[in-house]
C-alpha cells in the first residue's frame, strides 16, 4: 500500500488517479493543483511519494520537486507529464525526481513505478533517455572518471536493469551497488542515478543501446 500525494493543476486526471490508486488499495493523502501547495502538502502531511506534474500554475513541479527534496528528501517524486521538454526534463533530473513517466502511460504501468521508487528504486525510462541523448550527443567526451567496475554498474542500468537486477546480473550485493553509486554521484555531481547515467551517456563512458531507448 502506498501514502501518495497527487500534484496537478488538472482536476479530471487527479479525480481519475485517486480512484485508480484507492482502487488498488492505496491512499491518496492530498491533492495539489499548483506546485506551491505540492510543497506545503507534502511538508503538512509527509506522503511516501508525490506524483508530480511538470507544468502547474504559482511553481512549477521542477520547482517543487526541488523544495521537496532539499527539505523532505525522505520523500519520493515521480514526475507524470504530458510534455517531452528536454530541457524541462533535464532539469527535472536535477532536482531530484526518482522516475519520470508521460501521461500515456497506463495507470499499471505508473503504479508499478511507483511502487519501485517507494522502495528506494530510480527507474529510468529508455525511451526519455534516448530522447535526452540526442540533445547533448555533440558534446565533447571527458577523461575517464568511473572505475571499470562503476561504469559496469551505469551501463547495467542503461541497458534498463534496476538496481537490484543490476547488483544480480554482476554478482553483487543491492548495498554493493548503492555504495558504488554514492561515489558515482560525487564524481559526476549527479543528483539521482538517472542524472547520473546520462551524464556517463553524454561524457562517452556508457552507451546508451539504440533498441533501449525505442522501448517504454
Known sequence: ???????DDHALLREGLKKSFEGAGDTVVGEAATGEEAVSLARA??????????????MDGIEATRRIKE???????????????????????????????S?????????????RVVDGETVLSPA??????NSVRNEAPSQELLSARQVEILQAIADGMSTK???????????????????????LDAQSLTHAVLSAVRLGII??????????
Open 103 to 115: 501521461k500515456g502511460t497506463s495507470f499499471n504501468e505508473v503504479r508499478e513505478t511507483v511502487l
Open 207 to 216: 552507451d546508451l543501446d539504440s533498441e533501449a531507448a525505442e522501448a517504454v
Open 165 to 187: 537486477q543490476a547488483g544480480r546480473h554482476l554478482g553483487i550485493t543491492t548495498k554493493t551497488v548503492h555504495n558504488h553509486l554514492n561515489a558515482i554521484y560525487r564524481k
Open 71 to 101: 527539505e523532505m528528501p525522505g520523500i519520493k517524486v515521480a514526475v507524470l507529464t504530458m510534455h517531452d521538454d528536454i530541457d524541462k526534463t533535464r532539469d527535472a533530473i536535477t532536482a531530484g525526481a526518482s522516475a519520470y513517466m
Open 45 to 58: 502531511l509527509q506522503p511516501q511519494v508525490v506524483l508530480m506534474d511538470l507544468s502547474m500554475p504559482v
Open 1 to 7: 500500500m502506498i501514502n501518495i500525494l497527487l500534484a
Open 128 to 133: 526519455l533517455a534516448g530522447a535526452m541523448l
